[in-house]
């Protein structure tokens, strides 16, 4: 199972951005999906998670509001939009991939991923 992530970049605060993460090697479908997120310095974080299907989202309180988590199956990827963005965002992303087991719950810790993609970083200004 691979994930690759993309789409980081050098924002100014008030910015946007639109990260990537695609998916091979394994039915896409069966998967939750979630963004987290790493300072210097600091622990990773939750961001944003999505279900198997997309009809369910949940999201950190520090970005609900300003960030949007989608998938299409049918590509095999998820997405991060991020509007908004401030210095306090900068940092690496990366994709995690859980196995769905359709039941309901939001995956938001570490332990609940199977599989990691590399990080992509960004970076904003103020």
């Known amino acids: 199972v691979q994930l690759q992530a993309s789409g980081g970049g050098l924002v100014q605060a008030g910015g946007s951005l639109r990260l990537s993460c695609s998916v091979s090697g394994t039915t896409f479908s069966s998967y939750a999906m979630g963004w987290f997120r790493q300072a210097p310095g600091k622990e990773r974080q939750f961001v944003a998670g999505i279900n198997w299907s997309g009809e369910r989202t949940w999201y950190a309180d520090s970005v609900s509001g300003r960030f949007t988590i989608a998938r299409d199956n049918t590509k095999n990827t998820v997405y991060l939009q991020m509007n908004s963005l401030q210095p306090e965002d900068t940092a690496v992303y990366s994709c995690?991939?859980?196995?769905?087991?359709?039941?309901?719950?939001?995956?938001?810790?570490?332990?609940?991923?199977?599989?990691w993609g590399q990080g992509t970083q960004v970076t904003v200004s103020s």
């Open positions: 995690g991939a859980a196995i769905d087991g359709d039941i309901g719950l939001e995956y938001t810790e570490l332990y609940d991923y199977h599989y």
